[in-house]
């Protein structure tokens, strides 16, 4: 028999998202109860600023100064973690509720990549829910996807876009053919960027999604440190433009592969063939890939942030909660997550693209080019622009697929030579 009780909870941070929770679930109340088998109902509120306008009615719900008392509360079920941060009050009040038997559902995928494994201990030890599919890709039910519907399958790669601020970035660079930072202030002035856009632009955010999904896809350790990080924000108008020439688009993409040869993962700007899905999703949407040996690949697109989104991700957690429908977080025991080494990126085979900032005078081609000889890198085209600033011309290469320590090789022959006014790009390409 289905329990009638009202599931009640509370809900920590009125930001964005906290208000869009409230506004689904009021606005969406009685189709939210028939599919929970019984209703959804805020009990108390908490956040920083009491007075602060956040566009919808909480007079209705208790408020809350410390949150810390809300894990001892027999009249809350469950806890709504929306504050963020890796540490801090967050993960204090995760440790708390978990350890206290209540289920606890967050957005918080900077906390799930650095602590998610003893949370997820903690979890298993009281026997409650520890839900976070609102800290990856927003609306898009990709945790749920691979945690449940591509649970049978031993998947071999999963990657995509992780940031809609930086696709958006790169996809108004490409389409109005205007430099990063014009963009990026643009992005800022219209919310899709903060006013401190670092673990954006940097790839941080993407990162630390990254490591959930290779986590759960691959049954291995979260491993956030293992990631190999590049951002943005060196990405130029011209390599958009050369991209665009060669047949590609960039994108920020995020990469985890497993194998033999160990966990790889990477967040990295990428050229992207225009046959691929990836190269089509546009402005801030996300998109996830995932290759199963039966299933095939698997493509998730959507939004990837903002409160309506990212409250349908979070709302969605806590139906499961209401019906009882919960597994373990990692989709296996913490116990049998393996702890995987460190794949060496060096060793991996690919193509890649390389672009040169460089002198207007003879001898720079022959130079570069005896560079990559001497690397071993093979070459498949080169193009060389025009001036590109006042004292210098743009030199693209397209390498043939070989081994990327040899890019590294060819990096390290050049490093220093005055050839060079400033540092070389380096894209892979996904092939």
Request: overall charge negative; charged content about 25%; some cysteine.
């Given at each position: 028999?289905?329990?009638q009780?009202?599931?009640?909870?509370?809900?920590?941070g009125?930001?964005?998202?906290?208000?869009?929770?409230?506004?689904?679930l009021?606005t969406?109340?009685?189709?939210?109860?028939?599919?929970a088998?019984?209703p959804?109902e805020v009990v108390?509120?908490s956040?920083?600023?009491?007075s602060?306008?956040?566009?919808?009615d909480l007079?209705?719900?208790?408020?809350?100064d410390d949150m810390?008392?809300?894990?001892?509360?027999e009249?809350i079920?469950?806890?709504?973690?929306?504050?963020?941060?890796?540490?801090?009050?967050?993960?204090t009040l995760a440790r708390?509720?978990?350890a206290?038997?209540?289920p606890?559902?967050?957005?918080?995928?900077?906390m799930?990549a650095?602590h998610g494994?003893?949370?997820?201990?903690i979890a298993?030890k009281?026997g409650?829910?520890?839900?976070?599919?609102?800290?990856?890709?927003?609306?898009?039910?990709?945790?749920?996807?691979?945690?449940?519907g591509?649970?049978?399958?031993e998947?071999?790669?999963?990657?995509g876009?992780?940031n809609?601020?930086c696709?958006?970035i790169?996809?108004?660079?490409e389409?109005?053919?205007?430099?990063f930072?014009?963009?990026?202030?643009?992005?800022?002035?219209?919310?899709?960027?903060?006013a401190?856009p670092s673990?954006?632009?940097?790839?941080v955010?993407a990162?630390?999604?990254?490591?959930i999904?290779?986590?759960l896809?691959?049954?291995?350790e979260?491993?956030?440190?293992?990631?190999?990080?590049?951002?943005?924000r060196?990405?130029?108008a011209?390599?958009?433009?050369?991209a665009a020439?060669?047949g590609f688009?960039?994108?920020?993409?995020?990469?985890?592969e497993?194998?033999?040869?160990g966990?790889?993962?990477?967040v990295h700007?990428?050229l992207v063939?225009?046959?691929h899905?990836l190269?089509?999703?546009?402005g801030?949407?996300?998109a996830?890939?995932?290759?199963?040996?039966f299933?095939?690949?698997?493509?998730?697109q959507g939004?990837g942030?903002?409160?309506?989104p990212?409250a349908?991700a979070?709302?969605a957690?806590l139906?499961?909660?209401?019906?009882d429908e919960y597994?373990?977080?990692?989709?296996?025991p913490v116990?049998?997550l393996?702890?995987?080494?460190?794949?060496d990126a060096g060793?991996?085979?690919?193509?890649?693209y390389l672009?040169?900032e460089?002198?207007?005078?003879?001898?720079v081609l022959a130079?570069i080019?005896?560079a990559?000889?001497?690397?071993g890198v093979?070459?498949?085209?080169?193009?060389?622009?025009g001036?590109?600033?006042?004292?210098?011309?743009?030199?693209?290469?397209?390498?043939?697929?070989?081994?990327?320590?040899?890019?590294?090789?060819?990096?390290?022959?050049?490093?220093g030579s005055?050839?060079?006014?400033?540092a070389?790009?380096?894209?892979?390409?996904l092939?």
């Open positions: 028999m289905t329990d009780r009202p599931l009640r909870l509370a809900i920590v009125l930001g964005t998202v906290g208000g869009g929770v409230i506004r689904l009021e969406n109340s009685a189709l939210i109860a028939r599919r088998g019984r959804i108390a509120i956040a920083r600023d009491r602060k306008d956040r566009g919808v007079s209705s719900y208790e408020w809350v810390t008392t809300l894990a001892a509360r009249d079920d469950v806890v709504i973690e929306l504050i963020g941060g890796s540490d801090g009050p967050a993960l708390q509720c978990l206290a038997g209540k606890f559902v967050t957005a918080n995928k900077a799930i650095h494994l003893s949370l997820a201990t298993e009281a409650v829910a520890l839900k976070y599919e609102a800290a990856v890709a927003g609306g898009i039910p990709v945790i749920k996807g691979l945690r449940e591509a649970a049978a399958n998947i071999s790669r999963v990657y876009i992780l809609g601020t696709n958006y790169l996809t108004t660079m389409k109005d053919g205007r430099g930072d014009e963009v990026l202030k643009e992005a800022q002035e219209l919310g899709y960027a903060e401190d673990f954006d632009i940097d790839g955010d990162a630390h999604k990254l490591s999904l290779a986590s896809a691959f049954g291995t979260l491993d956030f440190a293992g990631v190999n990080i590049t951002g943005i060196h990405v130029i011209a390599d958009i433009a050369e020439a060669l688009r960039i994108r920020l993409v995020g990469m985890a497993n194998g033999a040869a966990l790889f993962q990477r700007p990428m063939p225009m046959d899905p190269a089509h999703v546009d801030s949407l996300n996830v890939v995932a290759d199963g040996n299933v095939g690949r698997l493509f998730f939004r942030a903002g409160d309506g990212t349908s979070v709302v957690d139906i499961d909660v209401a019906r597994g373990d977080p990692f989709a296996m116990a049998s393996l702890a995987q080494h460190k794949a060793k991996r085979t690919g193509r890649a672009r040169f460089v002198q207007d005078r003879p001898g130079e080019a005896a990559t000889r001497d690397a093979s070459i498949e085209s080169m193009i060389q622009r001036a590109n600033r006042k004292d210098g011309v743009l030199m693209a290469i397209v390498t043939h697929e070989g081994q990327e320590y040899r890019i590294a090789d060819t990096l390290a022959r050049l490093a005055d050839s060079l006014l400033d070389p790009m380096v894209m892979h390409i092939d």
